[in-house]
């Protein structure tokens, strides 16, 4: 086959004679077409992450508002038991992700339509399967506790399968290149949660403010059916696991890691110092929680959006996520440091009740919690877009363990406040062993002529 080459840019375009193939590169045309592409490239990252951003403005700003109506309508003991189920939500959110919709972001980013519905019908029907499961779970442990505590229990595992499902919804869109549509489904979720919350201030009970949570979810994963033109698929959860079976696992133990380091702290404080202190930790997390649902929303548009960095470019995969971890923490720097300054204490008793002057505390320490996890996250998604799950499981479990020991260790030392303060040291530690791993993942991924 010959080749008749043109100087500069050009197209190839193939001749087929008798005599063979043969193939003429034609100048490209420098109209501006080209540039309007290059324009085009980065356009469209900047609408998906633009949308993404809008929506997780909407999650934090919903998961806020049901936080200071809970608080303001309970009791540190009951806002505590509220935070008992809380953080259990998360633990069983981060399985549904590692399991369901985690390999979905990583391996089906901008894939063709058939190939995302496919994957999509898979990975919701892993997401309800798991909501079905640990949602009975919750429930029977809730019945065997009994009281108000059981109660929250028993009201978590009813809600379970609807959440999980709005979560798997939200993670497909926005792998599939639709944060818009995952924007919509949470603004869905928080008009319909308005009468729900209205309906469950009169009885003034966790359990009453739980199903209220997720009546309003449902509401949102219906709509995400209706979105998706498409039913999840329980039958599929079994071929979705086995074909995931090389990453779902690992990315299992990664976020069990990072939820379940969180719950078994909540635990270790409520055992070690009372119910009470768990209800500062929660309201100092509550003031923070905004920008951390802008930042793990954040993460979950960035981890499709370096994949298609490394496909495109892999020696700009560190620069992103170096950009991306310090954009955070600074971001988290100014809401804290904002909190200190500019909110006076008679509009934080407004906003938190009797929750906020044990809660004041904590802002300093939380802060910076927040920034070693913007690092770390910074890191992660990087890993997560190579696909090394086995550096960042590893990396998860050590970050896990500093973060039980010194968050549990700092409550026995010195309440709320002592546990706080282990928990910032812990993340900075940790984000320095993510960066190190992300470098060594790099590394290796970098052909050897490089």
């Known amino acids: 086959m010959g080749v008749i080459d043109d100087v500069g840019d050009a197209n190839p375009v193939t001749l087929r004679t008798p005599q063979g193939s043969v193939v003429i590169r034609v100048p490209a045309q420098r109209s501006g077409k080209g540039r309007h592409r290059k324009e085009s490239r980065l356009a469209a990252p900047g609408r998906r992450v633009g949308w993404?951003?809008?929506?997780?403005?909407?999650?934090?700003?919903?998961?806020?508002?049901?936080g200071i109506v809970v608080a303001r309508s309970l009791g540190p003991v009951e806002f505590g038991i509220f935070g008992l189920a809380w953080v259990t939500y998360a633990v069983l959110l981060n399985i549904s992700r590692g399991l369901a919709t985690d390999p979905l972001a990583v391996r089906f980013s901008g894939a063709p339509t058939a190939s995302w519905r496919r994957a999509v019908s898979g990975s919701s029907g892993t997401a309800i399967l798991i909501g079905v499961v640990s949602g009975a779970c919750s429930a029977v442990a809730g019945w065997a506790i009994g009281g108000e505590v059981g109660a929250a229990f028993v009201g978590l595992g009813i809600v379970l399968p609807v959440v999980l499902l709005q979560d798997a919804w939200r993670f497909a869109f926005i792998a599939g290149g639709g944060s818009r549509k995952a924007f919509l489904n949470d603004v869905v979720w928080a008009i319909a949660l308005v009468?729900?919350?209205?309906?469950?201030?009169?009885?003034?009970?966790?359990?009453?403010?739980?199903?209220?949570?997720?009546?309003?979810?449902?509401?949102?994963?219906?709509?995400?059916?209706?979105?998706?033109?498409?039913?999840?698929?329980?039958?599929?959860?079994?071929?979705?696991?086995?074909?995931?079976?090389?990453?779902?696992?690992?990315?299992?133990?990664?976020?069990?890691?990072?939820?379940?380091?969180?719950?078994?702290?909540?635990?270790?404080?409520?055992?070690?110092?009372?119910?009470?202190?768990?209800?500062?930790?929660?309201?100092?997390?509550?003031?923070?929680?905004?920008?951390?649902?802008?930042?793990?929303?954040?993460?979950?548009?960035?981890?499709?959006?370096?994949?298609?960095?490394?496909?495109?470019?892999p020696a700009k995969l560190t620069r992103f996520c170096s950009v991306l971890g310090c954009g955070q923490a600074l971001g988290a720097l100014a809401w804290g440091f904002g909190l200190l300054l500019f909110v006076p204490d008679n509009l934080g008793r407004y906003v938190l009740g009797p929750i906020w002057p044990s809660a004041s505390a904590l802002i300093l320490p939380a802060t910076l919690t927040v920034v070693g996890v913007s690092f770390q996250t910074g890191a992660s998604v990087g890993l997560r877009a190579?696909?090394?799950?086995?550096?960042?499981?590893?990396?998860?479990?050590?970050?896990?363990?500093?973060?039980?020991?010194?968050?549990?260790?700092?409550?026995?030392?010195?309440?709320?406040?002592?546990?706080?303060?282990?928990?910032?040291?812990?993340t900075a530690i940790g984000a320095t062993v993510w960066w190190w791993q992300l470098g060594r993942a790099v590394h290796a991924h970098r052909p050897p002529d490089q």
Do not use: K
Request: glycine share 14%.
């Open 52 to 66: 993404g951003l809008a929506d997780q403005a909407v999650s934090s700003i919903t998961n806020f508002a049901v």
């Open 195 to 313: 009468p729900a919350l209205l309906v469950a201030a009169p009885s003034h009970t966790v359990v009453a403010y739980l199903l209220a949570w997720g009546g309003s979810a449902a509401v949102a994963a219906i709509f995400g059916c209706v979105q998706a033109r498409m039913l999840p698929r329980l039958r599929g959860a079994g071929a979705w696991l086995h074909q995931q079976r090389d990453l779902g696992p690992r990315y299992l133990v990664e976020n069990v890691g990072v939820s379940g380091s969180a719950q078994t702290r909540i635990y270790g404080v409520g055992a070690i110092a009372g119910l009470a202190d768990v209800g500062a930790i929660r309201g100092a997390d509550l003031l923070i929680g905004p920008f951390t649902t802008l930042l793990m929303g954040l993460v979950i548009v960035s981890i499709p959006e370096a994949a298609r960095v490394l496909r495109r470019s």
């Open 386 to 426: 190579l696909g090394a799950s086995q550096r960042s499981m590893g990396v998860q479990l050590f970050t896990s363990f500093a973060y039980i020991t010194l968050g549990i260790g700092g409550a026995i030392a010195a309440g709320a406040v002592g546990s706080a303060w282990g928990v910032a040291i812990a």
